[in-house]
Nanobody, 124 residues
Framework: QVQLVESGGGLVQAGGSLRLSCVAS????????MSWFRQAPGKEREFVAA????????IYADAVKGRFTISRDNAKNTVYLHMNSLKPEDTAVYYC?????????????????WGQGTQVTVSS
């Protein structure tokens, strides 16, 4: 079992920045890949970014490429999502997700564990 707790969401103006954090517990953190997803009101949950177990490989959705950066600190059991140049369309609940293995996950059916989510609201 893996428990995930996100933090760092909030209200920010367009063009601003936020850093989300997700602390994991329950299994050896370096034994699985991590991802971030988001869900806006009335829309399906969508992939945002993923990072390999070592941090050496990352993948981004086209909508956030060049603005968001995913990183992880295995010593702190934490994955981060640095969000820059935020837009109103980035408004959503952001979810931390853990894969069941070291294979990177970019689709919701393959997620092993979910965090509770943190709200990000970008005002225009």
């Amino acid at each position: 079992q893996v428990q995930l707790v996100e933090s760092g969401g909030g209200l920010v103006q367009a063009g601003g920045s936020l850093r989300l954090s997700c602390v994991a517990s329950g299994r050896t953190f370096s034994s699985y890949a991590m991802s971030w997803f988001r869900q806006a009101p009335g829309k399906e949950r969508e992939f945002v970014a993923a990072i390999s177990w070592s941090g050496g490989s990352t993948i981004y959705a086209d909508a956030v490429k060049g603005r968001f950066t995913i990183s992880r600190d295995n010593a702190k059991n934490t994955v981060y999502l640095h969000m820059n140049s935020l837009k109103p369309e980035d408004t959503a609940v952001y979810y931390c997700a853990a894969a069941k293995t070291r294979v990177v996950v970019t689709t919701t059916p393959n997620v092993g564990y979910w965090g509770q989510g943190t709200q990000v609201t970008v005002s225009s």
